[in-house]
C-alpha cells in the first residue's frame, strides 16, 4: 500500500510540475488581459522593463519546473549521470534569470507591501538554496547539494501551490487582493515546512 501511495504521490508530482510549467506559454495564446495580468494597470502593462521582467520570470520559471523535478529521480540519475549533470546546469541558469526577475517584479505585486515581501521573500531563498546547491556540488559534498536542492525546487514548486491555493482563497474570501496577499506568503512557506522535514528525514545535513 506504502508503494503504491508513494508512485501516486510521485506521478501527481510530475504532471503538476509539467502542467504548470507549460501553463506560462498561455500568455502567447489568449488577450494580454488573462490570468494575473487581468489585474494589472494599463500603464504597468506598457512598460517594457517590467514586460522583460514579467516574461523573463514566467518563461525561465516554467522552464526550471518543468525539468527540475527529474534530478530527483534516482533512475533517470544513475542511467545517465551526464544528463543529470547538463539539466542541472540548465536548471541552475533558468533559477537566477527567473529568480532576479521574479524580485525585480515584486515591488509591483498586486496586493501591496504585503505581498510585494512575500514574493521577495520566496526570490530570495529561490536564489539562495539553488546557489548553495550549486557551490556545494562544486566542492563535491552531494549531500548537502541534494539537501539545498530540496529547498530550491520546493521554492520553484510555488508555482504550483500558488495555483491551487489562489483559486481556492478567492472563493471562500471573495476578494482576490485579499487572498493574493495571503498566497504571495502561503504558496511557498508551507513548501519550506515540508522541505526541511524531508531533509531532515533523509539526512541531508545542510550548514
Not at 526577475?101 to 539553488?130: N, P, Q, R, V
Request: glycine share 8%.
Amino acid at each position: 500500500m506504502k508503494n503504491t501511495t508513494n508512485k501516486v504521490s510521485w506521478v501527481v508530482f510530475v504532471v503538476l510540475a509539467l502542467a504548470v510549467g507549460l501553463y506560462p506559454l498561455t500568455y502567447f495564446f489568449v488577450d494580454r488581459k488573462f490570468g494575473l495580468l487581468a489585474s494589472k494597470s494599463n500603464e504597468l502593462l506598457a512598460d517594457t522593463m517590467w514586460n522583460i521582467g514579467f516574461y523573463g520570470h514566467i518563461l525561465l520559471g516554467g522552464l526550471a519546473l518543468f525539468i527540475g523535478w527529474a534530478q530527483f529521480s534516482k533512475k533517470l540519475r544513475t542511467a545517465n549521470l551526464k544528463v543529470h549533470r547538463n539539466v542541472g546546469k540548465l536548471y541552475i541558469i533558468a533559477v537566477l534569470i527567473s529568480g532576479i526577475c521574479g524580485i525585480s517584479i515584486a515591488f509591483e505585486a498586486t496586493g501591496g507591501l504585503i505581498a510585494s515581501l512575500g514574493f521577495i521573500g520566496l526570490g530570495t531563498i529561490w536564489l539562495f538554496t539553488t546557489l548553495r546547491a550549486y557551490l556545494a556540488v562544486r566542492n563535491k559534498d552531494i549531500t548537502l547539494h541534494k539537501g539545498f536542492m530540496i529547498y530550491s525546487y520546493a521554492a520553484c514548486f510555488a508555482a504550483v501551490t500558488l495555483r491551487i491555493w489562489l483559486p481556492l482563497l478567492n472563493i471562500v474570501l471573495d476578494d482576490f487582493v485579499l487572498a493574493y496577499r495571503i498566497v504571495a506568503w502561503l504558496c511557498w512557506l508551507p513548501n519550506m515546512v515540508f522541505a526541511y522535514f524531508w531533509v531532515k528525514r533523509r539526512g541531508f545535513a545542510i550548514g
